[in-house]
């Protein structure tokens, strides 16, 4: 046996000599795929009693398979989704909002609603459609999400955040839109504009114009962040960061991200304007990569829709502002109160 004395222990917070340091985590609240690091400033608050400061970290009290996150020091880190998962889910959705639609079409022809035939779909059909393709919006992360982990909303961003630095990201990206947007339509003067409220027929009668509002301004802005944002952006920075870099790849994510976001509105918008959608689908990117939060995004995307629906849509004012108010408000509470809920009802340990 060896004579020599144990070495004594270090200070709480001081690291003991010879011992190899600890890399600082990388920037920004995502962790990077390997190694695993939780990610700084986004960890719930700590149930009520427990501990902090320096010293031995008290045991977690939140058992596994609780709806919120983990809460620290034994927080894992988040799902690390694949590229390939995004990619499949892309497909899947486009394959699952051609089948749903086609569904709503043909059942609508069969009940004498409409015919196969007709070039411009009613209204009600074309509503019904869009939110059945919304509802493939939400299942197709989730369903791809789960081949890694069990997905909690959390992991796709729906969490609580610092309220303060995510509205000054929010609206440092919502300024620099605005100033491209202008420039952009200043040079190029883009003929035509988006056609998705004539489309739902929003001037033709009040049931219609608040039922459009609702699509537009409410509904539209959670599953499409949901899922362009929450999970596609995801799985590409995931990808991409392990190859280029934090920077690059958080840069080129957010690039090819919102070339889809933009694509994907093809459908209903003239080609000239998609660069506009598509520089904004990179900067809620941006915003979400420097919050972590879906909120953020979800509020801008709402703010945007909200200002495109008063101007497609005539006499709209009272039914956009009412619906354009509500997301953001919800956006700012409903993370607090998730926060809170998590640190009530963790469970204690076993």
């Known amino acids: ?31 990077s795929p390997s190694p695993a690091q939780p990610v ?31 809460s620290p020091p034994s927080r894992a880190s988040e799902p690390a989704w694949a590229a390939w998962q995004g990619l499949l889910g892309l497909f899947a959705w486009a394959v699952g909002t051609f089948v749903v639609g086609s569904i709503v079409v043909v059942g609508a022809a069969a009940a004498g609603l409409t015919a196969l035939d007709t070039d411009k779909l009613p209204p009600g059909i074309l509503i ?34 610092r309220l303060w630095p995510t509205i000054g990201w929010a609206a440092l990206a919502l300024f620099g839109w605005f100033v491209f947007s202008t420039i952009y339509q200043a040079v190029v003067d883009p003929a035509g504009e988006q056609s998705t409220a004539d489309d739902l027929g929003v001037n033709r ?25 929450g999970f596609i952006y995801r799985t590409l920075r995931n990808g991409l960061v392990g190859k280029l870099g934090l920077w690059a790849g958080v840069a080129v994510a957010a690039i090819l991200d919102g070339l889809l976001f933009g694509f994907v509105h093809g459908t209903n ?33 709402a703010t945007v829709n909200t200002l495109g629906y008063l101007g497609a ?12 108010v509500v997301m953001i408000l919800g956006c700012i509470t409903v993370p607090r109160l998730i926060g809170r809920g998590a640190s009530r009802e963790a469970p204690a340990a076993a």
């Open 1 to 31: 046996m060896s004579s020599l004395p144990p070495e004594p222990a270090g200070a709480p917070g001081e690291a003991t000599p010879g011992a190899t340091p600890t890399p600082p985590p990388s920037p920004g609240p995502f962790p």
């Open 40 to 70: 700084p400033g986004l960890e719930p608050s700590l149930p009520a009693g427990q501990a902090t400061g320096p010293g031995p970290p008290a045991p977690s009290t939140e058992a596994a398979g609780a709806g919120g996150p983990p």
């Open 128 to 161: 019904a459609a869009t939110v059945a393709g919304d509802v493939v919006f939400l299942a197709v992360p989730l369903a791809f999400a789960a081949i890694t982990a069990r997905p909690r909303l959390w992991h796709f961003g729906l969490r609580r955040t």
């Open 205 to 229: 009668s009040t049931t219609l114009l608040v039922v459009g509002g609702f699509v537009v301004i409410v509904l539209a802005p959670i599953v499409e962040e949901f899922f362009f944002r």
């Open 269 to 301: 918008t003239p080609i000239a304007i998609l660069p506009v959608l598509a520089v904004l689908g990179a900067a809620f990117c941006l915003v979400y990569e420097r919050t972590g939060s879906l909120f953020a995004v979800i509020a801008l995307h």
């Open 313 to 324: 849509a005539k006499n709209s004012a009272p039914v956009a502002l009412a619906f354009g």
